[in-house]
């Protein structure tokens, strides 16, 4: 039997400030080079777990620990965060909170001259590491060089330098697009034969781990692990009415028996489903030939034109750094086209500053904590409106009006600062809202956001959308794209490359390749099962889950 | 991006550049200091001619420093043009000798003295420009906190500027994104509103960045306690410079100026060159 | 008084908003060449919030920067000044705890006398003294010169560096305090 590195026992854990157990009586055993997932909500306890493990539980947060950890044999009461560093290396989420360095050689390098490394030895070190995860080439790089994927792996290999035996990741796909995702999984894969690691994964995004196969999947709830798990195409098998068994293998679709479930899975997909009638309503948006760039030698964008309907919910995907953003920007007048035009409603916006765009087109950024400026919630959403000089109760009745559309009329008189992160952005949304903007841009409504959270932000904008508003999303998110949006504007390199239906922008690999998307696991399941049309098979999923999602017994 | 050009690291290969970035660190350190305690107009100008010499060696080239020049140019004409309407007379405190050229009012005349005095007091700002300015170009920023703890400043503090240099273009960024939204918002910091306005809208875009970069606090300093940042007393650097000859000759030869720059100073008691004494 | 890694942290990322502060975020006063200038008020924020050393450091570090980065040189009088300021009011940090969200009256008044001390005492006088010393520039000008800056200085932290503590406070409210209204 294997050695076990990591082992809790009845353990249980209370955060200072919280009346109740944020851990409760959980036995875990993780063995000497194990590969296991660790799931759940937020909120569910898993970043909770690997605190513990890594020691920021109770370096940094103090709580109350009841029970027993012990890591390679160790009680972990006895170990201080240091002593844990040298067997656990934690890759974080954030990326750049963790690249300390100035320099990638230098980040690398970080855990090594904390020890006191000589540089006759350090660099050597640094230099093997950096191969070992293919970063030698931007050893004098700064971070903002870098791409997700690139400062991805120099964190990895700023843990791998110390010869750690645990690797313990912690989200580390929420900052990527799927195809660098996938591309990481494969990598953390690769080292974890390579080297014998143990690896932790704590994740949300199920599905995208299991692009490689793990050992095991932990899934927590409500502090407590309840072993279960349900992928995408897993949700599919249980649709077509297939029983889950152990026996299925299910960590990753290319290992099902296709025996087990070709008949059903076809039964299934036989079924008539209604299709929507394509919506045909009057053009809002109109870019044509546009293109920008920074400087004279790169071209950022390049002639690119679409039209956006009236009340159309449209992604705009592409990898990072594709000029998704930039488009954006553009839009809003934030930078001028250098060629080409943009139209709004027929009237041509060039030399329409931003504030006049304001009034039609709001925009909504990723990241909540960087709009919001005011200490209440009514003053931040009547905050453009007073900007404008409206009188007093007009500005009342405007700021009802859109925290009720919103649902945070309940709190309208609550600091900004009480509320949750989903309910945050739902201020800033609120708080364009008042502008009575057409089209509501929004820069990644959804990332890093857990399954109900999504669905929440989700749902809400589909709302919006039944009020009559335009949506435009920049994303990388397969399931948004093919649950909530019928239309998608890929772009690659700086140019359009599709503009088209969810569904036949993510079954046709020459898109999905140059715009580092991802196949979904849909593709593989129906080739498993011998299926002629990928496609129609994808989309047939998509309406039956559109329609499971609006019936109540739906969990 | 539309981000400012800031004066920065431009990397040669220069005997300038190769120089342990200590040494650079001690010669900056001990220029600026005689260049602040002397006003010997001799020694400031064979240190202006020395920087001179050096500006060449490490090859920079006039258009990479020509608008920060024109900058402090501008900046100490004003100083002057400010120094002579509140003390047209200071030169001859100083001096004390009185040689009028021409007068304007009654209050207002130009003496010999008081444009030697406005000369040296130009002279010794600008005395400390070309070194600050080949410190800043040929040092590499990911070398300084390495210096800095090389002349014994502790190195928690010395890692504290080095996140400094780290995070400035992270948090640049941030700023512009904020503020083209704040902008989008109706944000308006231009002349044309009301100075109430203006203050609400720089709120407007100063708290967003003020407490999205606290949030960056807990999670960076979460990251270098995992990675066992402060266990020991010391640390070593993997960006450091080795010492070698050249930075020990350079080193004496700084000692050498510093003492002949300091005694021909103040030998006579006194830290200005008085030309006017016969 | 060993640093921990939060402080150091602190210290390093208030600079660099402190540098994109002053470069960025500053709008005219309406008297010339005056402009109102948040960094300042972010500095005390900070400094209340991170004590005496932190405040003292970022004022230092912040100001050579500045100065070295776009002046291409470095006057060590007003760094120096920089840094006091920075931790005089530092020292309020013992006095208001703001991090349990208690920012009324007293702390107010508190956190004001502490920026007009440090203010005063730095700018109309430790920097003048400072440039008579060192540049042996006339007096009046170096005191009206220090005067209008430390005026300055003052009037904005009462103002905006006030707004941001008030803002910080409120964030650390307690949850269990509000309820939903219909």
Known sequence: ?555 | MSSVKMLSYIKRDTPVHNLCGVTKLVVFLAWTIVCMLSYDTRVLLVTLCFSLIIFKLARIRWREVRFVLAFIGFFLLLNDVAIYIFSPEEGVNIYGTRHVLFQFSSRYTVTKEQLFYLFNVTLKYLTVVPVALLFLITTDPSEFAASLSGIGITYRISYAVSITLRYIADIQNDFHNISQAQQARGVDLSKNVSLKKRISGIASIAVPLIFSSLERIDLISNAMDLRGFGKHKIRTWYSARPFKTADYIVLAGMVLFVLVGLYVTFHDGERFFNPFVP | MKLNTRTIVAIGIGAAVFLVLNRFVSIPSGIPNTTINTAYAFLAFLAVLFGPIAGALVGFIDHALTDATAYGSIWWSWVIVSAFVGAIIGLAWKRIDIEKGIFGGKEILTFNIYQIVANAVGWGLLAPVLDIIIYAEPSDKVFLQGAVAGLANIVTIAVIGTIFLAIYAKTRTKTGSLSKES
């Not at chain 1, 300390?100 to 640094?126: K, W």
Request: net charge negative.
């Open chain 1, 1 to 555: 039997m294997k050695k076990t590195v990591i082992e809790f026992r009845n353990f249980s854990f209370k955060y200072r400030a919280q009346v109740q157990n944020t851990l409760t009586d959980i036995n875990l055993t993780i063995a000497q080079g194990e590969k296991i997932l660790i799931a759940g909500a937020s909120g569910s306890g898993k970043s909770t777990i690997g605190h513990c493990i890594n020691g920021l539980i109770p370096h940094y947060y103090k709580g109350e620990i009841t029970g027993n950890l012990f890591i390679q044999g160790k009680d972990a009461a006895a170990l201080e965060i240091f002593d844990r560093s040298k067997m656990i290396g934690t890759v974080l989420q954030d990326s750049d909170g963790q690249f300390v360095g100035q320099t990638v050689g230098e980040d690398i390098a970080f855990a090594l001259e904390n020890d006191c490394v000589g540089q006759n030895e350090m660099i050597p070190r640094v230099s093997r590491v950096s191969r070992l995860v293919d970063i030698e080439q931007h050893l004098h790089a700064a971070p903002q060089d870098l791409s997700g994927g690139q400062k991805q792996r120099v964190s990895l290999a700023g843990v791998l330098v110390d010869n750690v035996e645990i690797l313990l990741f912690d989200e580390p796909l929420a900052n990527l697009d799927p195809a660098t995702g996938r591309y990481a999984m494969e990598m953390i894969d690769d080292l974890a034969h390579e080297t014998g690691a143990t690896v932790i994964i704590i994740e949300h995004r199920i599905e995208d781990v299991l692009w490689r196969p793990v050992d095991r999947v932990v899934l927590i709830d409500e502090g407590k692990i309840i072993r279960d798990t349900s992928p995408l195409y897993v949700t599919a098998l249980s649709y077509a009415g297939i029983q889950l068994t152990e026996g299925m293998r299910l960590s990753h679709p290319s290992r099902i028996d296709p025996e087990t479930i070709q008949e059903p899975l076809s039964c299934w997909y036989r079924q008539e489903i209604k299709e929507e009638p394509a919506p045909n309503r009057d053009i809002v948006l109109t870019l044509s030939d546009v293109s920008f760039s920074y400087t004279a030698d790169r071209e950022v964008l390049h002639k690119i034109s679409f039209d956006i309907r009236r009340n159309e919910m449209t992604a705009i995907v592409g990898k990072n750094g594709a000029g998704k953003s930039t488009l954006c920007k553009l839009i809003c007048g934030f930078e001028k086209p250098t060629d080409g035009k943009i139209m709004l409603a027929g009237k041509d916006l060039n030399g329409v500053s931003i504030r006049e765009r304001a009034d039609k087109i709001g925009f909504v950024m990723q990241n909540p904590n960087q709009m919001i400026s005011q200490i209440m919630i009514r003053d931040e959403v009547g905050f453009t409106l007073k900007l404008r000089d409206m009188p007093k109760d007009e500005i009342s009745d405007s700021v009802n009006e859109s925290l009720q559309i919103c649902g945070l009329y309940p709190f309208r008189n609550w600091p900004i600062s009480a509320l949750s992160y989903g309910q945050k952005k739902r201020v800033t949304i609120a708080s364009i809202l008042v502008q009575k903007p057409e089209i509501i841009i929004l820069d990644e409504p959804t990332a890093g956001q857990d399954f109900r959270h999504y669905t929440e932000i989700m749902e809400f904008l589909q709302s919006l959308q039944q009020r009559g508003i335009t949506i435009l999303l920049i994303t990388h998110d397969m399931h948004l794209i093919l649950e909530y949006t019928k239309r998608a504007v890929v772009i690659a390199d700086g140019r359009l490359i599709a503009d088209d239906s969810p569904a036949r922008v993510l079954t046709d690999e020459s898109i999905i390749k140059p715009a580092n998307l991802k196949e979904t696991s849909l593709l593989t399941l129906a080739d498993k099962a011998g299926f002629e049309d990928p496609f129609d098979f994808v989309k047939h999923f998509i309406a039956a889950d559109r329609e499971a999602r609006h019936t109540p017994c739906h969990p």
